[in-house]
Nanobody
Framework: VQLQASGGGLVQAGGSLRLSCAAS????????MGWFRQTPGKEREFVAS????????LYADSVKGRFTISKDNAKNTVYLQMNSLKPEDTAVYYC??????????????????WGQGTLVTVSS
């Protein structure tokens, strides 16, 4: 599976962005998809994850109620809608795919494939 993330950019605090992650290769619909983020000097952290069917979703507490993950299996794409953005959301955002268990996961090592990352900068 090859993953291509896009949609990052510069936005003011309180604004919104939608990230996209297009997948190619093996059957996209069978994978759990996740979003992680990383800032310089820190470990990559979990943001959100969605099951292959879209019926099960996990969010990090820091983004719950502000971010929404979704996937369109027909388009082989997963999205991360980010609303009410805060300066602390500034990071490089990575999409990832897992064929480990079919259940959404917060665990970085459960993911087998990673996109290249897209930078989100939130100004105060």
């Amino acid at each position: 599976v090859q993953l291509q993330a896009s949609g990052g950019g510069l936005v003011q605090a309180g604004g919104s962005l939608r990230l996209s992650c297009a997948a190619s290769g093996r059957t996209f619909s069978s994978y759990v998809m996740g979003w992680f983020r990383q800032t310089p000097g820190k470990e990559r952290e979990f943001v959100a994850s969605i099951s292959w069917s879209g019926g099960s979703i996990l969010y990090a507490d820091s983004v719950k109620g502000r971010f929404t993950i979704s996937k369109d299996n027909a388009k082989n794409t997963v999205y991360l809608q980010m609303n009410s953005l805060k300066p602390e959301d500034t990071a490089v955002y990575y999409c990832a795919a897992s064929d480990y268990s079919g259940i959404p996961s917060r665990v970085l090592s459960d993911y087998d494939y990673w996109g290249q990352g897209t930078l989100v900068t939130v100004s105060s």
